[in-house]
Structures are given as structure tokens and as C-alpha cells.
């Protein structure tokens, strides 16, 4: 359970924070156009003309430093009680707004992400909804968050993402926005964008006549439309259908001296056209008027016509003319149009045959000097070739790529800090490791299987035996035979030497089982040990967990060492099941045991695709998977019974691997077949432990 609390409040927390640095950002680079959205809400609520334009654009700033700052701590896991709460509060509040504009519709889009992303008010009513239920999950458990900073290095991130957004709003103000969202940006047709494609749904209107005849007045519409003897009194339209809106459908360039729309004569015009753009010349900064004065000799002198578009009356246009010495025409067009062509006011457009080529803020027009040959031949003629892409990534150098490096310098300082103090706390648990590992048995046990008759058994134990009397083993060692070899085999064997111990016992104590051979008769032959749970024995005789479970617990009550053996198939390593499936045969079997029963159980872990086939498991696969094994044994019974169990291997173990084999850990010796019915063969394996 506290693991699946800790993935859903990371994965609320990574949610939010990638909601809160793209809606932050794309808002804070576009100070201008979330000011007017902040307008829009002010209007709403019957406050315009009350708010100063000097506070909505502070609050523009604000909120997005605000909200892409909190996105930055929530991915960073910064002051995480207080960040989730603020956060909650945010979204809380926020929640409630669009719940108000999706009942009133005041605006028809809320902002949240300036002009990247528009959404409906009832998507934006549903995608906040998601956010605050990822809000409660994180606020209900913000220690859950997992840091990706050390504490005492936040303080970096904090300063420098509030830094890093506060200049790329100041900049976006004094330049232009370094993304523009809009139909107006550069390399837009704007002839195109005025376009409704052939087939385009058209909207649907319904027109309603009301008439009288006789002192009635009645509503009627085309269908119903009486005779002549009504009289007209009124009519009303209303739009029953939307249809398709293009992206620019408010643009019209009017005369202000003869009220003739000249739109499609300018966008049509072959060549280049300035066009300066103040939606409100009352408010707008003249500090650059001279620039702008140079720019127009510059276009009269190579014949280039420049206007000045506004939604100022002309009091306000000659007030302009006054003050700068203005020559250049004057034509109205829409105020809201003029905010969305350029974040600036005033600022300065360049078209050519209809096409946005070029624009500028008041802040940095064109220098004089730069001015000096016509238009088609200077680079600011031509529409600037850096991609998008490229801007994005100016962006992740100056602010994601820092923070990645301040990432992965503190994770490493911090993992190299954490490593050295482990070290330092682990000393005397590396010595009592070594210690345990010195203690674990080494075992090399033989499995001849069903091979070699008595006489040829008995060769083969008093040739193994005599090699171990003249090179004493570094290992306890042990051969598996045959029932009928048992107490023949026991006569020649030195104990001290070589353990003696059957191939197989009967799941049954006694009676009528012709055939079998119980523990407690392995027992009374000398044996000492029992090979239980042989993948040959599970596949070829159908022995079940419950079964070994029963041979198991006999085998220990007739005072026997089980060598269990658990492995997968092929198909079974092949599909990444391995793990699963020697824990699952620990547990259907040996799991049901004390810990002082199991103490004498030694595990033996044989890949069934490595027995007899020639194919060896790595070295590295067979550590890894003994050491699963060691931890789900520690998992049962604790640490100390783990260390001290002898796991061995067994799949085509030989001389020439078996050094690399025993050099592992968790390693501690092998169950050897085919190679333990040669005695040089054997003794070479048994002679790994000594390199």
C-alpha cells in the first residue's frame, strides 16, 4: 500500500508540475496578452476602467512567475509541506473560477495557456477538476515526494527559476514574445488566414419578422411569412449554429477620411508595406517616436508605403502628429486585432505580398545605420530562419539544462556522501559478513544419477575417495548415488572425507509401496544426505510441491540433509520468469519448515536448460539469481538463517568454469552430474575452491 501511495503522489506531482511550467511560461513570455485576459476577467465582473493598467500588467507577471515557480518546486520537491499546500490553494481557487465561467461563459476562453492551447470552458472546467483531485492526493502526502536536490542546495533552484522567469517576462516586454501563438506571427499568410476552406461548415442563423395586422402582433419567420396585408413592424437574428470561424476573421484596414476599407488592397499589394500598430495612441510610448520617424524617410526614400493602424479617434491621432511631427497615414482597425497582431504599442509590422515578414517592438526597431540599401537585400527583409526548435532549445540551455547539471552534481555528491558514510556504519557488518561467508559450508556434491552398476560404483567412490586422502579438499564434498550403491558405497568411503547420499526417498514412512525407498531406510545404509526436488524427478515422475513437501519433512525427521533443488526452463528464463519461479518452488515446498528445520536444508539452483546440454549459466546470471534466492530466504527467515545457507549450482558445471563459478558470493558450490562420474573430472571441480 505505501508503495502504491508513493507512485500516485509522484506521478500527481510530476502531472502538476508539467501543467504549471508550461501554463506559467508560456504565460510569463506573453505578459501583454495575459494582462488582456486579466482585462477581460476585470470586465466581467463590472470592475473596467477601476483596475489601473500599471496593476493588471504587475498581476500578469506575478501570476505567472507564481504559477511556473510552484510547477519548478513541485518537480524539485522543494519545501514540499508548503509548496502542496499553495499549490492546493491555487488550483483550489482556480477551480472555483471556472466554475463560474463555464455556468456564465463571461469569457470565451479562460488563458491558462495563453494562445499555445485553447480550450473550451467546459475543458478547462474538466482539466481543472483533474488537477485538484492530483492536488489533494499530493497536499494529503508531500513527504511521499522524492526530492531530486539535496535540501541544502535548493535554495539554487529557488533563486534561479524566480530569476530565470522574471527576466523572460521583462524581456518579452521590452522585445516581443520569443514564441508567438498567434495568426499574425512571422511567416503567416495573412490573406490565408482569412481564407474559409471550400466545404467549411458555414453557421446557421434565424430570422425572425415581427409584424401586425388589426392590433396583433405576431412573430414570424421565412417559413411561416404571412401575405402582404401584415404590416412590418421589426426583425431579430440570432445564430443557431456555429461554423467554421477562420484564424483571422476581424482584420480590416478602413480610411479614416473616407471610411473605404482598403484590407484586401494592402494584403494584395506586391512588394513591402510598414505597418506601425498602436491599438490606443493615448497610451502609447512615444520615447522611440524618432526611430520610428527615421524608419518612414527610410521607406519613402526606396518607395515602400508605411501606415500607422490604430483604434484612436482622431483627436488622438493629432495629438500623435503633434507630438512626433507624424507624416505617415493613418487607418483604423479593430483594437483588439491591433493587441493580438503585435505585443507592443506602439510596434512595427513588415508584410510583403500579404505575408508578416518581419516584426518589432517600439524598444528595437531597425538602427538608421542598418537602414542602407532597399528592403529584398538586408536581413531584416527576409523572414528570420531560426526554427522553433532552435528557440526551444536557447530555452533548455539557459534554464533546464543548469538545473540538470545542479541535479546530477548533487545526486552524485549526495550518493558519494551517502556511500562513504554506509562504508564507515558498515565496517563491522562487512567483517561479520566475511565472517558468515567463511561459516557458509562449500559444498561440491555429486549426482551420478542413473548411471554406473555396483562394481563400477564402487571403483568410482574408492578412486574419489583415495584422491581427497592424498590432496585433502577445501570444501566438504559429497556423492549421490544410486539406492543399491548406498551401503556398499558407505564401507569404502572415509566420512570425513566424502559425505555419502541418495538420489531420491519415498514420500511415504512404510508399507505396501513396492518400489520405494523411505528416508528411513536411506538412513539406516550410512547416507547422510537426500537430492529432493530434481527437475528430472518434477518432470518425468510428476512430483508436485505437496509431495517434496511430504519426502522433505521425512527426510528431516530420519535425521537427513535435504540438497533441494529449484531451476526454470528455457521458456520460463526466455520470459523473465526465473525469480518467480524459484521462489514459487521454495515456498510450495520448503517454506513450511522452522527455521531450525531449515537450517538443514541446502538450496540447490539448477538452470533445467543448463543440465546436460553443455550451456553454462554466466557467472553474473548465476550470482544474480543465487542472490535472489539468498534475499527471499531472508525474507522467510531473517538474515542470519540467509548467510548461513549453502546455495550451490548445477547445470554443466565443469574444471575449466567452476573457478569462475565459486568466485561469486552467493555461490557456494555446485550439484555436479555428468562431470562427477569421472574422477579427475570431479576432483578438478573440487579443486576450484583452492584457486
Known amino acids: 500500500m505505501k508503495r502504491l501511495i508513493n507512485i500516485l503522489t509522484n506521478v500527481c506531482r510530476l502531472l502538476l508540475a508539467a501543467t504549471f511550467v508550461l501554463s506559467g511560461y508560456v504565460k510569463a513570455i506573453d505578459p501583454l496578452g495575459t494582462q488582456y485576459k486579466i482585462d477581460d476577467y476585470v470586465a466581467a465582473v463590472g470592475l473596467s476602467g477601476t483596475v489601473s493598467d500599471w496593476f493588471t500588467l504587475f498581476a500578469s507577471v506575478a501570476l505567472s512567475a507564481t504559477e511556473f515557480a510552484l510547477g519548478v518546486f513541485l518537480l524539485f520537491a522543494i519545501q514540499r509541506r508548503l509548496v502542496s499546500k499553495l499549490v492546493l490553494g491555487f488550483v483550489g481557487v482556480m477551480t472555483l473560477i471556472t466554475v463560474w465561467i463555464y455556468i456564465y461563459s463571461p469569457v470565451e476562453d479562460c488563458g491558462c495557456f495563453g494562445d499555445a492551447i485553447q480550450l473550451t470552458n467546459g475543458e478547462t472546467l474538466a482539466k481543472n477538476i483533474v488537477l485538484l483531485l492530483a492536488a489533494v492526493v499530493v497536499a494529503r502526502w508531500p513527504l511521499r515526494m522524492v526530492r531530486f536536490v539535496s535540501k541544502s542546495n535548493q535554495w539554487i533552484v529557488t533563486n ?93 484596414i478602413v480610411n479614416v477620411a473616407t471610411g473605404d476599407d482598403i484590407t484586401q488592397e494592402v494584403l494584395n499589394r506586391k512588394g513591402y508595406t510598414f505597418l506601425l500598430i498602436s491599438p490606443f495612441l493615448e497610451q502609447a510610448d512615444d520615447t522611440n517616436f524618432g526611430a520610428i520617424d527615421q524608419i518612414y524617410e527610410y521607406a519613402k526614400q526606396y518607395n515602400v508605403p508605411m501606415m500607422c493602424l490604430t483604434a484612436s479617434g482622431k483627436a488622438a491621432i493629432g495629438r500623435w502628429q503633434d507630438l512626433t511631427g507624424a507624416e505617415y497615414p493613418f487607418y483604423t482597425t479593430d483594437a483588439t486585432t491591433l493587441k493580438t497582431m503585435i505585443r507592443s504599442n506602439p510596434g512595427l509590422m513588415l508584410i510583403k505580398d500579404g505575408v508578416v515578414v518581419n516584426k518589432w517592438s517600439h524598444n528595437a526597431l531597425p538602427k538608421q545605420e542598418r537602414l542602407n540599401a532597399p528592403l529584398g ?36 555528491w549526495t550518493w558519494t556522501k551517502w556511500i562513504r558514510t554506509q562504508r564507515k556504519r558498515s565496517k563491522l557488518y562487512n567483517l561479520l559478513k566475511i565472517k558468515r561467508r567463511k561459516m557458509r559450508k562449500k559444498i561440491v556434491a555429486g549426482n551420478w544419477k542413473m548411471n554406473l552398476n555396483l562394481q563400477e560404483g564402487l571403483a568410482l567412490a574408492k578412486e574419489v575417495n583415495d584422491a581427497l586422502a592424498a590432496d585433502k579438499p577445501n570444501c566438504d564434498v559429497i556423492i549421490c548415488t544410486p539406492f543399491i550403491h548406498l551401503a556398499s558405497v558407505a564401507g569404502v568411503l572415509d566420512s570425513k572425507l566424502v559425505g555419502l547420499g541418495a538420489e531420491n526417498c519415498a514420500d ?132 542470519e538463517v540467509a548467510e548461513n545457507t549453502s546455495i550451490l549450482y548445477g547445470g554443466s558445471a565443469k574444471p575449466s568454469n567452476a573457478p569462475e563459478l565459486f568466485a561469486k558470493p552467493n555461490i557456494d558450490g555446485g550439484l555436479i552430474g555428468g562431470a562427477a562420474l569421472k574422477c579427475a573430472d570431479f576432483k578438478g571441480i573440487i579443486d576450484a575452491w583452492k584457486k
Open 160 to 252: 534561479y527559476t524566480l530569476l530565470f522567469i522574471i527576466v523572460s517576462s521583462a524581456w518579452s516586454l521590452y522585445t516581443l514574445p520569443p514564441f508567438d501563438f498567434r495568426p499574425y506571427h512571422i511567416g503567416a499568410d495573412l490573406r490565408k488566414g482569412m481564407e474559409i476552406p471550400p466545404g467549411a461548415k458555414q453557421p446557421q442563423f434565424e430570422t425572425t419578422f415581427i409584424l401586425s395586422k388589426d392590433g396583433e402582433t405576431r412573430e414570424f419567420t421565412l417559413d411561416n411569412y404571412p401575405d402582404s396585408t401584415w404590416t412590418f413592424i421589426d426583425s431579430k437574428t440570432v445564430q443557431t449554429e456555429a461554423g467554421y470561424v477562420p484564424p483571422i476573421h476581424d482584420f480590416s
Open 377 to 412: 537585400q538586408l536581413s531584416i527583409g527576409k523572414i528570420d530562419p531560426t526554427s522553433v526548435t532552435a528557440r526551444i532549445t536557447k530555452v533548455v540551455l539557459w534554464f533546464a539544462l543548469p538545473l540538470f547539471l545542479l541535479t546530477l552534481a548533487d545526486r552524485l
Open 508 to 639: 511415504k514412512e512404510q508399507g505396501a509401496y513396492t518400489g520405494e525407498v523411505s528416508a528411513e531406510m536411506v538412513k539406516s545404509t550410512g547416507a547422510q544426505y537426500v537430492i529432493l526436488g530434481h527437475s528430472e524427478r518434477r518432470e518425468y515422475y510428476n512430483e508436485t510441491p505437496e509431495i517434496l513437501k511430504e519426502k522433505v519433512l521425512l527426510a528431516l525427521k530420519n535425521g537427513l540433509k535435504v540438497i533441494f533443488c529449484i531451476g526454470e526452463t528455457l521458456a520460463e528464463r526466455e520470459a523473465n520468469k526465473q525469480n518467480e519461479v524459484v521462489k514459487a518452488e521454495l515456498e510450495g515446498s520448503v517454506f513450511n519448515l522452522s527455521a531450525e528445520e531449515f537450517a538443514n536444508v541446502i538450496v540447490a539452483y539448477e538452470p533445467i536448460w543448463a543440465i546436460g546440454t553443455g550451456k553454462t549459466a554466466t557467472a553474473e546470471q548465476a550470482e544474480e539469481i543465487h542472490a535472489f534466492i539468498r534475499s527471499v530466504i531472508a525474507d522467510k527467515y531473517g538474515n
